[in-house]
């Protein structure tokens, strides 16, 4: 709370009142502490309190389902724990390959489909709405209607695939085989989110001025050319911001994964969201479970700062 | 335009935007197969729903929606004799099935509660959201970079680490369980979309109609008020609908935070249950009139949705 007090003490000291203003009742500098103060005192209260709270606990062994236990620091135990425990390395590996696989089908996916809708083709206009559609949706409830799809007997991913590659539809099981479920999570993940880098990608189709283009056909620039030359460096800052948005995401990605495979078979697509949530809500590992956030939230919080140099340089444009 | 630049990037030609219309086309109707196949599983009958292989063809049924809003006992026939007929059409498709309407579901209550904690997170981060964009686009607030980044920062937080403390502090408050701590912590999320949406909406407001105004004997608060608020309209109506969409679609809080009172839809649509393991159509109706509202929302807010994705980094 004094920290609170701090903040918006240096708020208020913000800007001297102008001659008008303070003839007029409330001054700006008292505007501005009564419009920005709600903000960050929910802010405060809802996302640095609870930090705090977890970096805390994080040095304890407390456990949430027995809170009267006696609480015993631990010290730096569970960051060694984390830092060392091959588990968690493989944890990390498998949620590192579903960022990178994600990102890489997206960005080619996206990338090609706001190119070829940038030809502007009738009708494109509606076409583009539709594509959007699966990235509003719930990912929980995503995820778990793919799971009916992914049904081996009754799905129809399976008699889909089956009716293009001939392979018998009862034969593999998306969901429950070790090597097809990482890309059972990848399809969903693809079918939700292309659409979100194809968005982006066609902002930066659309902020290259036409006139480069001319005068690229004047110089008789081939069109292979002109795509290596300007089309793709013009467009990089964006999609360079939509690998980043969804480098993020889906580093966090819980809902849509929990509800699909929680993490299963064995430990093949436990996210690191998907341990956090195991750790903490049913192992119960209240102090253990917060040093893993942490250690999560760092480096999430590593990987937004470059998101955020980045989208200065977009804007910047 | 001269037949030299007919196959240019400036104007394609002709083939080259057939085929780029046939490639997308292909990809947007491929992407709707699944949507189009969880609604017509809603209209399925339990069995024609797992047939395999699975049916295109079918005869429709309301039987998903009636079992998604009710819940049933299985009864032997000779009790459904001895009963007074039925009398509307759901509680004969029931009996058809040799159950009896036994009460209604927690569909509609899971649903209200959407709304409710929807509706409340939303008014709540764009009241607040839209007098906090207002300062910090108009005024000078010391450390203004570092205060947005931070509001921004409360976003990449995984959720589940921020629900360990958050489970913490509201079983001491009591706030387990109950749309007011649901609507305080969607709240808490979306101010920071609310805050960077607004401040841009509010940047492309020209200071002079305020300062117009002020001149012409307005308070700054009249002028915010009367003048800004209504060239703002759009704004707040694009992140009203925005935080609205995030409130309805969030999971990893509502399953961790509430269990019944208090529970969302998301977290309770995989526990929609028959005899026997999942009622698919049920499963599919739940999900499509779940689903239904947002994809609403995407048409009303295709010009707007760049804006909203990117934090209003990117405005087109």
């Known amino acids: 709370m004094a920290e609170k007090h701090l903040l918006l003490s240096q708020l208020a000291k913000a800007t001297p009142p102008t001659v008008a203003s303070r003839v007029r009742g409330l001054s700006d500098r008292g505007i501005t502490w009564l419009f920005i103060g709600p903000t960050m005192a929910i802010l405060l209260a809802i996302n640095i309190f609870p930090l705090i709270w977890a970096i805390t606990l994080s040095f304890t062994n407390y456990r949430a389902n027995r809170p009267n236990a006696p609480i015993k620091w631990v010290g730096l135990a569970h960051y060694t724990d984390i830092l060392t425990d091959p588990d968690v390395w493989a944890g990390m590996q498998v949620t590192a390959r579903f960022v990178v696989t994600t990102i890489a089908i997206e960005m080619l996916l996206g990338f090609a489909l706001a190119y070829l809708i940038d030809r502007k083709f009738r009708s494109h206009g509606f076409w583009t709405t539709v594509i959007l559609i699966p990235m509003m949706l719930s990912p929980a409830v995503v995820g778990n209607f793919w799971t009916f799809l992914y049904q081996p007997q009754i799905g129809l991913f399976n008699h889909l695939i089956s009716f293009i590659t001939g392979v018998p539809p009862s034969s593999f099981t998306m969901i429950g085989d070790v090597s097809l479920a990482p890309w059972s999570i990848v399809i969903v993940d693809v079918w939700m989110w292309t659409p979100y880098v194809m968005l982006i990608c066609l902002a930066g189709l659309r902020s290259i001025p036409n006139d480069i283009y001319e005068a690229a056909e004047v110089d008789r620039a081939s069109a292979w050319r002109q795509f290596w030359s300007i089309t793709l460096p013009m467009a990089l800052p964006f999609i360079m911001l939509a690998v980043l948005f969804r480098g993020i995401e889906n580093f966090k990605m819980f809902d849509m994964v929990n509800l699909l495979t929680n993490g299963g078979p064995g430990s093949t697509t436990e996210l690191a969201s998907i341990t956090l949530k195991r750790e903490a809500f049913e192992k119960w590992r209240t102090g253990y479970a917060s040093a893993l956030a942490i250690v999560l939230f760092v480096t999430i919080f590593g990987l937004g700062n470059i998101y955020v140099k980045a989208l200065n340089r977009v804007k910047q444009r | ?316």
């Open chain 2, 1 to 316: 335009m001269s037949a030299t630049t007919a196959n240019s990037v400036v104007a394609p030609g002709a083939f080259s935007r057939r085929l780029a219309a046939v490639l997308v086309i292909f990809y947007a109707i491929v992407s709707m197969i699944p949507l189009a196949w969880i609604l017509l599983t809603g209209f399925k009958t339990p069995p024609d729903s797992i047939a395999y292989p699975p049916k295109i063809l079918f005869s429709p049924s309301l039987e998903g929606y009636v079992n998604l809003f009710t819940t049933r006992t299985r009864q032997t026939p000779e009790f459904i004799a001895t009963l007074p007929p039925a009398t509307t059409w759901y509680d004969k498709l029931v009996r058809s099935r040799n159950m009896v309407i036994a009460g209604s579901s927690k569909y509609l209550p899971r649903y209200v509660n959407s709304l409710v904690i929807g509706f409340g997170s939303t008014f709540l981060a764009v009241v607040l959201g839209t007098v906090a964009a207002y300062a910090f686009s108009r005024f000078k607030v010391p450390l203004k970079d570092d205060l947005l980044f931070f509001i921004l920062s409360t976003r990449m937080m995984p959720p589940i680490a921020i629900a360990i403390p958050i489970y913490l502090m509201y079983r001491e408050l009591g706030l387990i369980d109950t749309r007011i701590g649901m609507i305080l912590l969607y709240t808490a999320v979306n101010l920071s979309l609310s805050v960077w949406l607004l401040k841009g909406f509010m940047d492309e407001i020209p200071r002079e109609y305020e300062e117009a105004a002020m001149i012409d004997g307005y308070s700054r608060l009249q002028a915010f008020w009367k003048v800004v608020l209504p060239q703002a309209s759009t704004g707040i109506a694009a992140t009203a609908i925005f935080c609205l969409i995030f409130s309805w679609n969030e999971y990893a809080f509502a399953v961790l935070l509430t269990s019944g009172d208090a529970q969302t839809t998301p977290p309770f649509i995989p526990f929609i249950i028959g005899e026997g393991g999942q009622d698919w159509p049920a499963v599919a109706a739940g999900t499509t009139l779940f689903l239904v509202p947002i994809v609403v929302f995407t048409i009303l807010l295709r010009k707007l949705l760049l804006r909203g994705i990117t934090f209003g980094a990117v405005r087109r």
